[in-house]
Structures are given as C-alpha cells and as structure tokens.
C-alpha cells in the first residue's frame, strides 16, 4: 500500500512538473519578441518607445522597484560588472514616482553609466510583460529575439553567458 501511494505521489508531481514546463514555454512563445512598449524618460518625460531603442544592439531589460531587495541586489551585481555589458543596451523600468526612481538611479550611479532609467508613468508594464514577481529580467539578441527570461533574481554570469551565446 505505501508503495502505491509513493507511485501516485510521484506520477502526480511528473504530470505537474510537465504542465508547469509547458506553461512557461508558452509564455515565452506569446512573448519572444521585444514588445511595442511606450515608457517615459526621467529627464523630460518624453516618451521612450521600442524604436528609442539602439538598433542591432542586445538588450537587458530589467522592470524593478526601488524597494526591492532582489532588484537592489541585481542592480549591484550589474553595476559591478558592467565593463561586461560592453555592446549590450541596458533599460530598466520602474511604476514608482518619478522621485523615488530618481533616488534609486542617483543611489547606485547608474546616471553616469550606459544604463537607461525610465517611468512606466501609465501602469503598462503588465500589458507588455507576463510576470508576478520583480525583478522581471528579459534579455533579446541583436534581432529583437527573446534569449532570457528571469523573474526575482538571475545570476550575472548566466545573463553574461546567455548573451556570449547569442553574439
């Protein structure tokens, strides 16, 4: 009796772990491209769209909020190795007012590094991107490509080789 139940346990957790595979792969086969997004730029609030982006460049694209001890913790990370996003634009996003984003861009100097900051001024990110938790990590090739896809937390040296990868 207890092997049987063993047996029914295990297969019901197969059958789970086979959905759940299945529903991150159709996640990223509804979004594996970058979206039409419109965000705001912290200067001017000019508008920033996916045509403000470099063109045949990757791209980190990283939602967060300046509370979050997982997207402070990203933010160091990429901070220190920036010399590896060399040739990778960098844009992250936050729905915070403009003044705690300012506060978070001016805390990790991330002004006076080749890292764009903007406002999702509108609430829109959920339109754009499927996610629950931040950071939301998304990484696309040169084309537009979706290589990566990360939710709370990635490991630098994974986003740098998934970019190695994908040159």
């Known amino acids: 009796m207890k092997g049987l139940l063993v047996l029914v346990c295990s297969v019901f ?12 792969m159709d996640t990223l086969k509804e979004s594996k491209h970058i ?15 996916k045509d403000s982006l470099i063109k045949n460049t990757p791209l980190l694209f990283i939602c967060f909020n300046s509370e979050c001890d997982h997207c402070q913790y990203e933010t160091k990370q990429i901070v220190e190795y920036i010399k590896y996003f060399k040739g990778i634009q960098i844009v992250m996003v936050s729905r ?8 978070f861009r001016e805390k990790y100097h991330l002004d006076k590094l080749p890292i764009t900051v903007l406002q999702d001024g509108a609430n829109k990110m959920h ?3 499927d996610f629950a938790f931040i950071p939301l990590i998304r990484q696309y090739d040169r084309k537009g490509n979706l290589i990566g896809a990360y939710s709370e937390n990635a490991h630098i040296l994974d986003l740098l080789g998934n970019f190695d990868e994908h040159r």
Request: glycine share 2%; no cysteine.
């Open 35 to 49: 979206p039409a997004f419109v965000f705001y730029t912290l200067k001017d609030s000019s508008l920033f769209t």
């Open 13 to 24: 957790v197969f059958i789970n772990g086979v959905a759940f595979a299945q529903d991150k």
């Open 127 to 129: 339109d754009y991107f």
């Open 96 to 103: 915070e007012p403009q003044s705690a984003i300012i506060a």
